[in-house]
């Protein structure tokens, strides 16, 4: 490496539903540079709650898109401020919100084109920049109609899930742009190009509309993800003449262009500075892990999410399965679940009166395995599988028998209710990775993240029912440091000679800053002895429940 190159250093972005964040990173990865722009509290005249806006009807949820350009001003002045030096920034990429859509007017790609460096970005890119002001985000869950029919018109939603990865989903970026072709037919024809919040982050830096990855275009009910090009039978389904307005689909790890001379001007970026494709959220979450396919992530939050990677993609009716973002012809898949901290937190404050340690102590007094006594807490509709109620069982409860539905009422003690409950999540969550392919084996490691992932005694519950080892993150923000990771690492590619054979992302990556993960918990060696009978039992829980009436 030349003085030169040791000075280089990569920007990663990531513009999430509450905030941007930028962080620059050296040549070894190491950060030297981060800045904040929370929308609620830097940004009230938008008037957004958790970063987003409550739309007119049901369901509804939408933000304006110069909210977006406007704190990518500020988030630059505030790395100015910190004497970041931008004149090292070899290439940039980023992370965005999956499923947004923002609708671009001529105007605005033009303007996008003529930026004027004595400007900040928002008196250009303003509201005339896009023909839909209120753009709908990943929140917005109100085109239960679009969905029906873009997989009535497709033969149903099981064509839709070998095409796409997933069926239709409300919050699927194709659903959102039927509904605003059919609500607002004129603003869809006026829309030039159409681009997701990842691509729109790129095209802010590239001074032209950026293409869509294949990562994050997954998110869509548009792109067919094994040809990973926009399926034409879904973009009939969805509205006409939408692959002119999508533009050609990129691979995640694309170096789409050079940054605009706007940000040379105004910013001191060097003129040769490398703009990389950005992706969504969950994607570079899964490439700031730096994790292999033997590793299973579980983000422990108001919906609990399994992540893994997947060499082939499988057709799952429920969850998703998206284009990798780093290893591109392999494949993740995300797995929600609705019933997750909350149902912890409501057992903290009926069990423990809100005292996180005594929840812990409760739950570490009793044995594993809890005497036989499980419950499964489905208080919202299931996802997998579709069952919704409480069942509760002791080690006399039998599958076959008239009561079996019924269960216990409650269970003697709170140390039992706890450890029932985050058994039983975890029964449930194992459950469903392995009936969604996931293969669990010696080579196994856990991830856990998520608010619930600084509990030692919940992640030693997670150890023991999956059998795994259990590590957490050091670096919290696995978004953003993906986004200057896949930076860094596409540079490295670009300047690779032909005759050399490349490492991989993870052994680029690791090759220069250690992983940063710290295993935390081990599995009992009676474990896979413990938890194999209760997790058949486990099933016929779910069953049980899932065919009472709810």
């Given at each position: 490496?030349?003085?030169?190159q040791?000075?280089?250093?990569?920007l990663?972005?990531?513009?999430?539903?509450?905030?941007?964040?930028?962080?620059?990173?050296?040549?070894s990865l190491?950060?030297?540079?981060s800045?904040?722009?929370?929308?609620?509290?830097?940004?009230?005249?938008?008037?957004?709650?958790?970063?987003?806006?409550?739309?007119?009807?049901?369901?509804e949820f939408?933000?304006q898109?110069v909210?977006w350009?406007?704190?990518m001003d500020?988030?630059?002045?505030?790395?100015?401020?910190?004497?970041?030096?931008?004149?090292?920034?070899?290439?940039?990429?980023?992370?965005?919100?999956?499923?947004?859509?923002?609708?671009?007017s001529?105007?605005?790609?033009?303007?996008?084109?003529?930026?004027?460096?004595?400007?900040?970005?928002?008196?250009?890119?303003d509201?005339?920049?896009?023909?839909?002001?209120?753009t709908?985000?990943?929140?917005?869950?109100s085109?239960?109609?679009?969905?029906?029919?873009?997989?009535t018109?497709?033969?149903?939603?099981?064509?839709?899930?070998?095409?796409t990865?997933s069926?239709?989903?409300?919050?699927?970026?194709?659903?959102q742009?039927?509904?605003?072709?059919?609500?607002?037919?004129?603003?869809?024809?006026?829309?030039q190009?159409?681009s997701l919040?990842?691509?729109?982050l790129?095209?802010l830096?590239?001074?032209?509309v950026?293409p869509?990855?294949?990562?994050?275009?997954?998110g869509?009910?548009?792109?067919?993800?094994?040809?990973?090009?926009?399926?034409?039978?879904c973009?009939?389904?969805?509205?006409p003449?939408?692959?002119?307005?999508?533009?050609q689909?990129?691979s995640?790890?694309?170096?789409?262009?050079?940054?605009?001379?706007?940000?040379?001007k105004?910013?001191?970026?060097?003129?040769?500075c490398?703009v990389v494709?950005?992706?969504?959220?969950?994607?570079s979450?899964?490439a700031?892990?730096?994790?292999?396919?033997?590793?299973?992530?579980?983000?422990?939050?108001t919906?609990?999410?399994?992540?893994?990677?997947?060499?082939?993609?499988?057709?799952?009716?429920?969850?998703h399965?998206?284009?990798?973002p780093?290893?591109?012809?392999?494949?993740?898949?995300?797995?929600?679940?609705?019933?997750?901290?909350?149902?912890?937190?409501g057992m903290?404050?009926?069990?423990?009166?809100?005292?996180?340690?005594k929840?812990?102590?409760?739950?570490?007094?009793?044995?594993?395995?809890?005497?036989?006594?499980?419950?499964?807490?489905?208080?919202e509709?299931?996802?997998?599988?579709?069952?919704?109620?409480t069942?509760?069982?002791?080690?006399?409860?039998?599958?076959?028998?008239?009561?079996?539905?019924?269960?216990?009422?409650?269970?003697?003690?709170?140390?039992?209710?706890?450890?029932?409950l985050?058994?039983?999540q975890?029964?449930?969550?194992?459950?469903?990775?392995?009936?969604?392919?996931?293969r669990?084996?010696n080579?196994?490691?856990?991830?856990?993240t998520?608010?619930?992932?600084?509990?030692?005694?919940?992640?030693?519950?997670?150890?023991?029912?999956?059998?795994a080892?259990?590590?957490?993150?050091t670096?919290?923000e696995?978004?953003?440091?993906?986004?200057?990771?896949?930076?860094?690492?596409?540079?490295?590619?670009?300047?690779l000679?032909?005759?050399t054979?490349?490492?991989?992302?993870r052994d680029y990556?690791?090759s220069?800053?250690?992983?940063?993960?710290?295993?935390?918990?081990?599995?009992?060696?009676?474990?896979?002895d413990?938890?194999?009978?209760?997790?058949?039992?486990?099933?016929d829980?779910?069953?049980?429940?899932?065919?009472?009436?709810?």
């Amino acid at each position: 490496m030349g003085p030169q190159q040791l000075k280089r250093a990569f920007l990663g972005f990531d513009l999430s539903t509450q905030k941007l964040k930028a962080i620059l990173v050296n040549s070894s990865l190491e950060v030297l540079a981060s800045a904040e722009v929370k929308f609620d509290s830097d940004l009230p005249e938008f008037r957004t709650v958790g970063g987003a806006n409550p739309g007119p009807n049901k369901n509804e949820f939408f933000v304006q898109p110069v909210m977006w350009v406007k704190a990518m001003d500020i988030v630059l002045d505030r790395l100015v401020m910190q004497e970041a030096d931008l004149s090292t920034v070899a290439a940039i990429s980023g992370s965005g919100q999956q499923h947004g859509s923002l609708y671009w007017s001529k105007h605005g790609i033009a303007s996008l084109q003529n930026l004027d460096p004595d400007k900040f970005l928002h008196s250009q890119i303003d509201d005339s920049a896009f023909v839909v002001n209120r753009t709908p985000i990943w929140m917005d869950a109100s085109t239960t109609k679009q969905c029906v029919e873009m997989e009535t018109a497709i033969g149903g939603h099981l064509s839709m899930v070998e095409i796409t990865g997933s069926k239709c989903y409300e919050r699927f970026t194709g659903p959102q742009i039927r509904k605003i072709y059919q609500q607002r037919t004129h603003a869809y024809e006026d829309a030039q190009r159409i681009s997701l919040v990842s691509s729109f982050l790129a095209s802010l830096f590239l001074g032209a509309v950026a293409p869509i990855d294949f990562s994050d275009g997954s998110g869509m009910n548009l792109l067919d993800i094994r040809e990973k090009n926009w399926s034409k039978a879904c973009l009939n389904a969805c509205a006409p003449d939408l692959d002119e307005r999508l533009g050609q689909a990129a691979s995640p790890n694309t170096i789409v262009g050079t940054i605009s001379e706007y940000f040379v001007k105004r910013f001191s970026f060097p003129a040769d500075c490398k703009v990389v494709a950005c992706t969504g959220d969950n994607p570079s979450a899964l490439a700031g892990m730096l994790v292999d396919s033997n590793w299973l992530s579980i983000s422990l939050g108001t919906s609990d999410t399994l992540m893994m990677s997947m060499k082939e993609p499988l057709n799952w009716e429920e969850g998703h399965v998206l284009c990798h973002p780093t290893e591109t012809k392999e494949y993740m898949g995300l797995l929600c679940f609705r019933n997750g901290s909350l149902i912890r937190e409501g057992m903290n404050k009926t069990e423990a009166g809100g005292d996180w340690q005594k929840f812990n102590e409760l739950l570490e007094s009793t044995p594993r395995g809890n005497f036989g006594n499980m419950a499964v807490h489905f208080n919202e509709m299931e996802i997998i599988p579709k069952a919704k109620g409480t069942l509760r069982w002791n080690k006399d409860s039998v599958p076959s028998s008239p009561d079996a539905a019924k269960g216990v009422i409650k269970f003697s003690s709170p140390q039992i209710e706890i450890r029932a409950l985050i058994e039983g999540q975890m029964l449930h969550h194992r459950a469903v990775a392995e009936d969604m392919g996931f293969r669990f084996g010696n080579e196994t490691q856990i991830l856990a993240t998520g608010g619930a992932s600084v509990n030692k005694s919940i992640l030693q519950t997670i150890a023991d029912v999956f059998n795994a080892p259990v590590h957490i993150q050091t670096e919290s923000e696995a978004a953003l440091m993906g986004a200057a990771f896949r930076a860094a690492y596409a540079i490295y590619r670009h300047e690779l000679d032909e005759e050399t054979t490349p490492l991989s992302y993870r052994d680029y990556v690791l090759s220069l800053t250690p992983n940063k993960l710290q295993l935390v918990c081990e599995p009992h060696k009676d474990s896979e002895d413990i938890y194999a009978p209760m997790l058949l039992r486990y099933r016929d829980m779910a069953r049980i429940l899932g065919k009472t009436d709810v």
